[in-house]
């Protein structure tokens, strides 16, 4: 029961943490669908569309397959790229180096198209997990692990935040709540906009408890994620005017699939893994998940990003999607709705699991890739 609830928090890709509570229009975060108390996800809940589940004849399989990729041997290792970048700036308290950390940041640079974003990552360690936070007095929700942070670290944190924004924004209150929360023990995966004159300087915050510690790989793919939604130029969240597709619901799809997209295909590059077989072992692992009750085949938490990036895939298959487009982030540079349409994510949302795994690869049905 207890690794099935680190998975969960696995699949919640970037719901380690979230803000509670918008108290001020200052900050943009990336949320899943299962916050209630964001009137940024609200609105884009209550506009989802209903469509009906086709019945997906999952069965319960005695044996859980594994957590894609979790036993492979890996390190948090990318190829050699120049150094440094000075579109990083790096809080790293983890044991990861930081050459490390900069390296795969300029691998993801190297495989998207270029943008004037700069980004402050910060990643730091918590201990055991211990479910929820007690003594939360900062509105960020998440799960909650032993502190393991001291003064001088957490105050690291602090002083990162405010030297990345300097004078021009006051990011006083949420340099000392992000701070705040680390020292708390507060888990987090999060990609967010602290300051919105200052767009193009977004914050990564990545947590590492002993569990994540085990498995770099996991690690990777997560980095990947967040790094992902950095390089996302246009998040359209508040925005109304600012559309992926031509129907407001599908941008969240939209930003969490292709953040996952990207990492699954980027790890999979590192390791060399075809990525056919990575999209098999997600799918299978999915489906799993659904026929044991811990997720469903709407595109909506727990596993958004998982089950989108799969739908995601299917769009390639069948033609309507350009994966290149996808990958190098260049359908975030527009805001217009250019390359997807309500038709093109209705397909997504009702065939992404109608597929088989065979010989390790996804099949899609012929209807999946026909209608
Ligand atoms: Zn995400």
């Not at 719901?15 to 964001?38: D, F, M, Q």
């Not at 044991?95 to 900069?102: A, G, K, Q």
């Not at 990345?164 to 992000?178: H, K, M, R, S, T």
């Not at 998940?289 to 469903?296: K, M, N, P, Q, R």
């Amino acid at each position: 029961m207890k690794k099935l609830i680190f998975l969960i928090i696995f699949l919640s890709a970037c719901g380690g943490s979230e803000v509670a509570e918008e108290p001020t229009t200052t900050t943009t975060t990336i949320k899943e669908t299962t916050t209630t108390s964001s009137s940024t996800t609200s609105t884009i809940k209550e506009t989802t569309t209903k469509y009906l589940v086709q019945n997906p004849i999952l069965d319960e399989e005695s044996i859980a397959p594994l957590f894609p990729f979790a036993e492979r041997y890996s390190s948090f290792e990318c190829p050699d790229a120049p150094l440094p970048k000075k579109e990083l700036f790096l809080v790293n308290l983890s044991s990861i180096p930081d050459e490390n950390l900069i390296q795969c940041y300029n691998y993801a640079l190297s495989k998207t198209m270029p943008t004037g974003i700069e980004t402050l990552l910060i990643i730091y360690p918590v201990g055991d997990y211990v479910g929820e936070l007690q003594n939360n007095d900062t509105r960020y929700r998440g799960a909650g692990f032993e502190p393991v942070l001291n003064e001088n670290e957490v105050s690291t944190i602090y002083e990162g935040v405010l030297e990345f924004f300097g004078p021009e924004c006051n990011v006083e209150q949420q340099a000392y709540e992000i701070a705040r929360y680390a020292e708390i023990g507060g888990g987090q995966q999060v990609q967010t906009i602290l300051c919105p004159q200052l767009s193009y300087k977004r914050t990564v915050i990545i947590t590492i408890d002993p569990e994540r510690e085990k498995i770099p790989i996991e690690l990777q793919f997560v980095f990947f994620h967040e790094i992902f939604h950095a390089l996302q130029i246009y998040l359209p969240y508040r925005a109304a005017d600012c559309l992926l597709s031509d129907s407001p619901e599908d941008s969240l799809v939209l930003v969490e699939g292709s953040a996952n997209y990207f990492s699954w295909v980027t790890v999979a590059t590192l390791q060399n893994i075809p990525k056919e077989q990575l999209m098999g072992e997600w799918l299978t692992f999915l489906r799993h998940l659904i026929a044991v009750g811990d997720s469903t085949t709407e595109l909506k938490d727990p596993a958004i990003a998982e089950k989108a990036a799969i739908g995601l895939y299917l769009l390639v298959q069948r033609g309507d999607l350009d994966e290149e487009l996808l990958l190098n982030a260049t359908i975030f540079s527009t805001c217009n709705g250019d390359y997807f349409s309500s038709e093109m994510m209705t397909i997504a949302r009702q065939y992404w699991y109608d597929a088989e795994v065979v010989n390790g690869k996804v099949l899609f049905s012929d209807q999946a890739l026909s209608k």
